[in-house]
């Protein structure tokens, strides 16, 4: 990798900062000084020192947001502010991007990361990871929508949804409840009660496999996972309802 997206991301300051501080002469590969910001280094191989100080290389990120409503689940966006708009830049300057997609208009977990093997991994259909949605419904939801979301319901497209827990938290003209699927098609939960003739007036992502939502985090909040987590999250197992 560059030299100077590896300063970057190390906390050496800006990709312009990084510039500067290679034309110094004060960073080195194994006792060589690079002073080109386009040499490409390999961290694994090489001890990377600046001001004779060994760097601390990491090449990944991982995030847990509690997704505010009103920002897309996008790396960028000419016109709306995205997730990533309100990551710290020295979060920001790893290039993360978030894992799959919550409405602009729902809240809660939202894994952010450069990570791209275990993004395919947590959203590869094959792998079955259950997700699972607090949601408000206007309308009483029924026992007779626990038993259609157990077998599946179709779609407007037609597609015939895998089999979800639906459990009732509270039957009311505005119904609370929990979700659980295993797949991840566009507006999957507000389409599945559109299916049983229902509208999801307010959604929230609590889970997603292993990882739950931080009860510390405020809207818009976010933290780092710790190693174990990430490890969880690699391990999470096909699963199936
Ligand atoms: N299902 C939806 O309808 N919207 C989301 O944001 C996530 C799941």
């Known amino acids: 990798m560059r030299i100077d997206k590896l300063l970057a991301n190390s906390g050496y300051g800006s990709r312009k900062e990084v510039k500067q501080l290679l034309k110094t002469g004060v960073v080195k590969a194994d006792g060589n000084v690079i002073k080109d910001p386009k040499t490409h280094v390999d961290p694994d191989q090489q001890e990377i020192t600046v001001h004779e100080a060994v760097v601390d290389y990491r090449e990944f990120i991982y995030l847990l947001m509690n997704k505010p409503q009103g920002l897309l689940s996008a790396t960028e966006d000419d016109l709306q502010e995205t997730v990533i708009d309100i990551l710290q ?34 959203l590869s259909p094959k792998k079955h990871v259950p997700k699972t949605y607090f949601a408000e419904v206007s309308g009483f939801v029924t026992e007779e929508d626990i038993e259609s979301f157990k077998l599946g319901v179709t ?25 659980t699927i295993t797949e991840g098609k566009f507006h ?6 559109e ?47």
């Open 89 to 122: 830049p020295e979060d920001a300057l790893f290039e993360p991007f978030p894992v799959g997609r919550l409405d602009k208009d729902t809240e809660g977990l939202l894994i952010i990361t450069n990570d791209g093997q275990l993004s395919h991994q947590l």
């Open 155 to 179: 779609l407007d497209d037609g597609y015939l949804t895998k089999p979800a827990k639906l459990v009732i938290l509270e039957s009311a003209s505005v119904s609370k409840i929990e979700l």
């Open 188 to 193: 999957q939960v507000k389409r599945m009660f």
């Open 195 to 241: 299916a049983v003739g229902k509208k999801v007036v307010y959604l929230k992502r609590l889970s997603m496999g292993p990882l739950q939502l931080d009860a510390d985090l405020e809207p818009g909040e976010y933290r780092e996972l710790t190693d174990e987590e990430v490890e969880e999250l690699r391990n999470a197992k096909v699963f199936d309802l």
